[in-house]
């Protein structure tokens, strides 16, 4: 049985990444959560408590991957 995770992630650009937060990132379908976030963080995105909000759908139990991402806020 597949099993679909909702998880949202607040993260907010540095002042480095401003050109980031104005953009909603794209990741390949079913690529790995833990991948992807490090690809934001990487990016220069942070989490935190409020900011930009993405909602990240992802698939599977021991190995999540990204089925797609959609902006709720705070995005152009």
Do not use: N
Not at 11 to 19: N, R
Not at 43 to 67: A, F, M
Request: include cysteine; aromatic fraction near 8%; glycine fraction near 6%.
């Amino acid at each position: 049985m597949r099993v679909l995770f909702v998880t949202t992630i607040f993260l907010a650009a540095t002042p480095i990444a401003i050109g980031a937060a104005s953009q909603v990132p794209q990741f390949p379908k079913d690529q790995p959560y833990a991948k992807a976030r490090k690809l934001l963080v990487k990016k220069g995105w942070k989490p935190v408590h409020e900011g930009v909000v993405i909602d990240v759908y992802t698939v599977g139990e021991t190995e999540p991957v990204v089925t797609e991402v959609q902006c709720k806020s705070g995005c152009s």
